[in-house]
């Protein structure tokens, strides 16, 4: 059974990360994916990281399972293919600085003339609209104006944190993936192509909704030690032998099943923390008496009783054992995946499944320009014409 979004063609111009990784979960859902670079240099991501071994991981996570064909924007003889490319489109991503596109001819209102069904969905910096609206953008920069930095921070500054793994890249791609197959969906009901723009700073307040509308209500904006939690029940607590776990409480009713677990039966009516109020009052107390008590044991001690007693608990792992646990692979987060030049690759895999169009990871990321000839074959052109159109620097050979 094909994937969701089997039949569905996306032309990509992302790069990077908020825009590739996006087109990623569209070709995990099937969509075949083609991927649009310039000769010569790609996109920008396939230099970020390259190993000893010349593995790219950035590249290779952000760009598995597409079809790579390069062409050089600035040159009109790539008009004549982006437009046939067009023709054939469902959607259209970008992520370039706003703006870019349309002065090559390739906006919105010109490439809808050609394929009025074709949704042009675009990942900018800080949305559609406002002064700001026209600016470039990176990662660490809508971290940073989202309010993001200071939330992490810590200490009665609140001095900026900066969060790993392109936080504001990772939540925007995924919020433009959303927004892309609501469009989708949209055009499948109504028959209608549409322009769908997603930003970096928009995601990023989603991703803080709770805090954010907090703040709205009461005009504070809380502060917490650095490195401690606000809720010593909903926390982190190390073991006798070093491992950590973590204690997830927001029901009431789980407190006295915790207090069981730990052998802590007089915090059970211990005025400081019988109820939920009294343990946000005595919070720095709480978190000291946990600790005490979870470092007497190992971890596995403690998450067997948390865990027989079906509070939810779990292990605070690095990525060496979260590779070593079966849940991850069970589930399909982690997979293995054949690579013509890497044996035995492992890939992340994907976070969502169906029970009748299962989606699948549909390959290993492209060389540079590798299906340039192939997709121009598809598109009706001659060996010959190919030809001409790498000798006039339109395109580029494979690797190129």
């Known amino acids: 059974m094909p994937g969701p979004l089997d039949g569905i063609t996306v032309l990509d111009f992302t790069r990077y990360q908020n825009g590739p990784h996006a087109t990623v979960m569209l070709s995990d859902m099937g969509a075949n994916i083609i991927k649009v670079e310039m000769p010569a240099v790609g996109d920008p991501g396939r230099s970020l990281g390259v190993g000893a071994d010349g593995f790219c991981s950035y590249f290779e996570a952000l760009n598995r399972g597409k079809r790579s064909v390069t062409l050089n924007l600035y040159n009109p003889g790539s008009r004549e293919i982006i437009h046939k490319l067009v023709e054939r489109a469902d959607v259209l ?23 009025p069904r074709l949704i042009y969905a675009t990942n900018s910096g800080f949305g559609a609209y406002g002064s700001w609206r026209d600016r470039g953008s990176f990662d660490v920069v809508a971290q940073g104006m989202s309010g993001a930095m200071v939330a992490q921070g810590g200490g009665p500054e609140n001095v900026p944190m900066n969060c790993p793994w392109g936080l504001a890249d990772q939540v925007g791609s995924m919020t433009f993936a959303y927004g892309i197959m609501g469009a989708i969906v949209a055009r499948e009901r109504f028959g209608v192509g549409q322009k769908v723009d997603v930003s970096q700073l928009g995601a990023m307040v989603t991703l803080q909704a709770l805090s954010v509308q907090a703040f709205l209500h009461t005009g504070q904006q809380g502060t917490r030690p650095a490195g401690k939690p606000l809720n010593p029940i909903f926390a982190w607590y190390q073991a006798s032998d070093g491992g950590w776990l973590t204690i997830g409480i927001l029901d009431p009713k789980h407190w006295p099943k915790l207090c069981h677990a730990l052998g ?78 890497f044996p035995g690759h492992r890939a992340v895999g ?50 190129r």
């Open 93 to 115: 991503t970008e992520n370039f600085r706003p703006g870019f596109l349309d002065r090559l001819g390739y906006g919105y209102d010109d490439l809808r003339a050609i394929n």
């Open 264 to 341: 802590r039966e007089d915090m059970i009516t211990d005025p400081r923390c019988a109820e939920p109020f009294a343990r946000q009052d005595n919070a720095d107390w709480l978190a000291d008496e946990l600790q005490a008590t979870v470092s007497t044991m190992p971890r596995q001690h403690w998450l067997d009783r948390i865990s027989a007693q079906d509070v939810p608990t779990g292990p605070v792992y690095d990525y060496a054992s979260v590779v070593q646990d079966p849940q991850f692979w069970d589930n399909g987060y982690l997979q293995e995946v054949e690579h013509p030049s």
């Open 350 to 399: 994907i976070p969502v499944s169906y029970s009748e169009t299962p989606p699948a990871i549909q390959g290993v990321a492209p060389e540079l320009g590798q299906d340039t000839e192939t997709i121009l074959l598809d598109l009706g052109y001659s060996w010959e014409q190919i030809e001409k159109l790498h000798d006039a620097g339109v395109t580029s050979t494979p690797g």
